[in-house]
């Protein structure tokens, strides 16, 4: 594995207790121009993306966002539509908790032709809804149900199966504003199960919620509503999530 490569640093994360940090932009909640720089300089990976997107525009907020920050964008799509070669990867997502075949397979067919031509670093990724506790717009977009957050056994075999499958990452999703995230028992469960990084997002808003993440064995946690409502909160929330980079951070960040 190069280790230029996104999915090399996930990997390498995936075996320590610190996390790296995800920042998801929405075009349609805050626009890539609405952060302040500081903050933009804090996450990993910027990840850009909707289950629906009604105004925002992708190329849009990526360009806002380049012209503000070095980080490395990735797509994290909620459909094909959401596509742009102003990216540096993408999360090529396969809905693996639903049986919704559209979001299995349909739209990464649509969507293969271009991103095989497009330079991009794809990441296959096994997409696992989880209970957040409330009806998710993932779960209602995509009309698929999600994995009972009380029943690790069944998040551990659909994890299985994607790795069978031969997929490099699984992302847990409780649902964003979800008000509870993925459980610190169940990533364990996985942790030990699968030999894939883990992504997990949704709800998670206290540095509590996200070092407890890490701990069970995030290899990358996932922001979004916490840091559009305050965008400073993700100062804490990185420190959580990788307490020795935490106080560098800080110093550059402010
Ligand atoms: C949603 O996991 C992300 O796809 C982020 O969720 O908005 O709740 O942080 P939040």
């Given at each position: 594995m190069p280790e230029n490569t996104f999915l090399y640093q996930l990997q390498r994360a995936s075996a320590q207790e610190e996390a790296l940090?995800?920042?998801?932009?929405?075009?349609?909640?805050?626009?890539g121009k609405s952060w302040p720089d500081p903050i933009l300089q804090l996450p990993d990976v910027l990840l850009v993306g909707g289950s629906l997107l009604t105004r925002g525009r992708i190329d849009a907020c990526i360009?806002?966002?380049?012209?503000?920050?070095?980080?490395?964008?990735?797509?994290?799509?909620?459909?094909?539509?959401?596509?742009?070669?102003?990216?540096?990867?993408?999360?090529?997502?396969?809905?693996?908790?639903?049986?919704?075949?559209?979001?299995?397979?349909?739209?990464?067919v649509v969507a293969a032709?271009?991103?095989k031509r497009?330079?991009?670093?794809?990441?296959?990724?096994?997409?696992?809804?989880?209970?957040?506790?409330?009806?998710s717009s993932a779960a209602y977009i995509t009309q698929t149900l999600p994995l009972p957050r009380d029943k690790p056994e069944l998040a551990a075999a659909t994890a299985q199966a994607a790795e069978l499958l031969g997929l490099r990452l699984l992302y847990l999703e409780a649902g964003s504003g979800a008000p509870y995230p993925v459980p610190p028992g169940l990533i364990a469960t996985l942790r030990q199960e699968v030999d894939l990084p883990l992504i997990v997002g949704g709800g998670l808003r206290s540095p509590e919620q996200v070092r407890a993440a890490a701990q069970a064995?995030?290899?990358?946690?996932?922001?979004?509503?916490?840091?559009?409502?305050?965008?400073?909160?993700?100062?804490?929330?990185?420190?959580a999530a990788r307490p020795s980079s935490g106080a560098a951070d800080n110093q550059t960040a402010r």
């Open positions: 940090v995800a920042l998801l932009i929405d075009p349609d909640k805050r626009p360009r806002q966002l380049r012209a503000r920050t070095d980080r490395p964008v990735f797509l994290f799509p909620g459909h094909s539509m959401q596509l742009s070669e102003l990216a540096d990867g993408i999360l090529f997502l396969s809905l693996l908790s639903g049986r919704n075949p559209d979001y299995l397979i349909g739209q990464q032709p271009w991103l497009s330079g991009l670093e794809v990441l296959p990724t096994g997409y696992l809804l989880i209970d957040g506790g409330r009806l064995g995030a290899a990358m946690v996932v922001v979004g509503t916490a840091a559009e409502e305050d965008p400073g909160l993700l100062r804490e929330l990185a420190a």
